[in-house]
């Protein structure tokens, strides 16, 4: 079978069901195909078609004067088309239709292959193709494709009827397909009695409403055939000079080109069709893309950034005495104050009250505690979120694009989220260690020159004041020992600590943002990469427009080698 470029597009279901889409493709395909092989094998295609039982394949041997086609009482006998061919023009390659190799009627008569048509060649030197046809009311669905597909690929239609079925419905449903394309054809209504009259049949076609005239008509009577053919039968030759006089001569080449342009109409139409089909389907994936990623924005920004700011505060509730803890021993006063402190501890105790801090205020213990602390059921809640929204917008039934985004490959588990907040936590943590390692290693010189020059104005400060009342030296350093140093010297270590403070829970949390949105982000990117996989190539679009305007032939065989 011929293949055209959107063989390579993965349907998504997203805007239309896949058998549907399917459908158009491979009509077009198929048409495309016939597009070639009529240009490739330019003869002149007679279809004989019809109802099970109606005697098809007598005709078909008849009209070839040879036994080709097998023919008995059993129903159906014929399988699949079978084409005959005058001798030495029967080695065709056609892409539109599977071809079984060459038979030669001095074998036997065949019956052909579901699916496939069989070519066969015979001695007369007909100027016509015959193409016996499976019965187009069997209950075989391939039945049903194959007489779609013989009948675009056909010039002309011998519609064959029966006695019992030239009222039948669903036959002259086919029937009516056929004129209204515009093909020509004859009705032949076969094993016809004499109580049969043409008035008769042409009343049931006009209440159907066929336009059939007289002249469209051919009455074969009820005849037993004569190895197995009607050649001898005085009405048998009406059948030939009916069909001689409408595709004899040059008449059939008119027909042929009249059926050419309206292939290359087909080609226009179903181009056009699918075009528009992956068209819609293009936009409507790419706006699928934007509205997922702003979904998980959504997500992030509603649910994230309120449990962000609430981590903020509570980190720094642990980290706060952790660093400032680390700047005191830049207090140079803070060794007699822990002295002077811990006396006044004792004294306490000694009264039964308990002044100790009894929580560890060590590096571990800070990180424990906030790892404790953290709640990631937020990040839960956002992807819950997320996942829900867009599942919305996907339903299930949409296949297979809403089998795929539910599939275990594609959506985070509780357990997967739960693993990846433990490494971004880890990650989190060994940063934080990182900052508090450098710390304690040593506040940069520029800071610890800012904090013993602040003592040294403060101290030239305080000998101003004393100067100017008369005090002495020694009455300076013991205001200095006693009351002002300690003040100073926390307000100066307070303030560094706060600054550090300030940088490295401001940098944690969002550390910590960034962690939380990259595990939303990491969802959002498995479904949009689930969307991205059916997106058509918008190159396809300008392919197909090519096909339609003149480039059909040029570019299906090009694909085609």
Request: charged residues 25%.
């Amino acid at each position: 079978m011929f293949q055209d470029p959107t063989a390579r597009i993965v349907w998504s279901g997203y805007t239309l069901p896949v058998e549907l889409f399917n459908t158009a493709r491979e009509r077009l395909s198929f048409i495309l195909a016939v597009s070639r092989d009529r240009k490739v094998a330019p003869f002149f295609w007679i279809s004989i078609m019809g109802g099970t039982g109606t005697g098809k394949s007598t005709i078909f041997n008849s009209l070839c004067k040879a036994n080709l086609s097998v023919t008995g009482v059993e129903r159906p006998k014929t399988r699949g088309p079978i084409a005959a061919f005058p001798k030495g023009k029967g080695n065709l390659n056609l892409s539109c239709f599977k071809t079984v190799g060459v038979k030669t009627a001095s074998i036997e008569p065949v019956e052909g292959f579901p699916d496939e048509l069989t070519i066969v060649e015979h001695s007369q030197p007909l100027p016509w193709i015959f193409v016996d046809s499976p019965d187009i009311d069997s209950l075989a669905r391939e039945h049903h494709k194959m007489a779609e597909n013989i009948l675009l690929f056909s010039d002309f239609i011998i519609f064959v009827v029966s006695q019992e079925k030239y009222a039948d419905e669903r036959l002259n449903r086919f029937l009516r397909r056929i004129i209204d394309e515009g093909k020509e054809f004859i009705v032949v209504v076969n094993k016809a009695t004499e109580e049969l009259q043409m008035e008769d049949v042409l009343q049931v076609f006009k209440v159907q409403n066929l336009r059939v005239s007289e002249h469209d008509l051919v009455f074969i009577p009820f005849a037993q055939p004569r190895n197995g053919q009607l050649n001898h039968i005085r009405e048998w030759e009406v059948l030939e000079n009916r069909l001689q006089s409408r595709a004899g001569g040059e008449r059939w080449k008119t027909i042929r080109d009249h059926e050419n342009e309206r292939i290359q109409l087909r080609v226009a139409s179903a181009c056009q069709e699918l075009a528009t089909m992956i068209e819609n389907e293009r936009k409507a994936l790419r706006g699928l893309i934007a509205e997922i990623n702003d979904l998980a924005n959504r997500a992030v920004y509603e649910v994230l950034e309120r449990h962000i700011s609430a981590v903020r505060e509570h980190t720094k509730t642990y980290i706060q005495p952790q660093i400032k803890s680390l700047y005191s021993r830049y207090d140079i006063f803070g060794k007699p104050r822990r002295a002077v402190w811990q006396a006044f501890s004792k004294i306490f105790e000694f009264f039964g009250i308990d002044l100790s801090d009894r929580d560890d205020d060590s590096k571990e213990g800070t990180l424990k505690r906030i790892e404790e602390q953290i709640d990631h059921s937020p990040i839960f809640h956002a992807v819950d979120f997320f996942v829900t929204e867009v599942l919305k917008r996907i339903p299930p039934e949409k296949k297979p694009i809403g089998e795929m985004v539910r599939s275990a490959e594609i959506v985070l588990s509780r357990n997967d989220i739960h693993n990846l907040m433990l490494d971004h936590s880890s990650k989190l943590f060994e940063w934080l260690e990182q900052e508090f390692e450098t710390m304690t290693k040593g506040i940069p010189k520029t800071k610890e020159l800012g904090i013993y020059s602040s003592f040294a104005l403060w101290g030239l400060f305080i000998l101003g004041i004393e100067a100017a009342l008369g005090g002495g030296i020694s009455i300076v350093k013991a205001a200095v020992d006693a009351v002002i140093a300690p003040f100073i010297t926390k307000a100066t270590v307070d303030f560094f600590a706060n600054n550090e403070i300030y940088r490295i829970v401001e940098e944690l949390s969002e550390r910590y943002r960034r962690g939380m949105e990259a595990i939303v982000f990491l969802q959002r990117d498995r479904f949009v990469s689930c969307v991205e996989y059916f997106v058509p190539d918008e190159s396809l679009t300008k392919t197909l427009d090519e096909y339609c305007h003149g480039g059909t032939t040029k570019t299906a065989m090009s694909q085609r080698n």
